[in-house]
């Protein structure tokens, strides 16, 4: 957001203790390497980078990107390090993440085959 006087209205504050070598973090998106400012979450990092697509609905396959940027819609869910379902508004970038895109439902668990019987069944 822009003010009347033409500067931004917010500024970003550096990372705590952070130096310019340290400023930013290098990340990966979709394999795509990026550098991208610390001491913001993985989806305020990934829209500062220009992404704007982070996820696929599982029943249209429609786009998806971070609505509320607080934890509530979860509309930014990605993966990050190989786990699924990851809000990235709620998760801190650091160096060295690989982040992917969710499409769709994330993968299920392998089912365990040798489950004891219960009084149930299986
Ligand atoms: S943007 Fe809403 S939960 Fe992350």
């Known amino acids: 957001m822009i003010s009347q006087t033409g500067y931004p209205l917010f500024k970003p504050l550096p990372a705590e203790g952070a130096t310019p070598e340290t400023a930013l973090a290098r990340i990966w998106f979709n394999d795509q390497p990026l550098a991208v400012p610390t001491g913001r979450s993985v989806a305020a990092a990934l ?33 990050i390090d190989g786990v699924p379902s990851r809000q990235s508004c709620m998760v801190e970038v650091k160096d060295g993440m690989r982040i992917r895109s969710q499409e769709g439902a994330r993968d299920l668990p392998p089912v365990k085959a040798d489950l004891p019987e219960t009084v149930h069944g299986r």
């Open 47 to 79: 829209l500062a980078a220009g992404v704007s697509r982070f996820r696929a609905t599982p029943v249209s396959g429609s786009p998806r990107a971070p609505y509320c940027m607080m934890g509530a819609c979860f509309e930014c869910l990605v993966e």
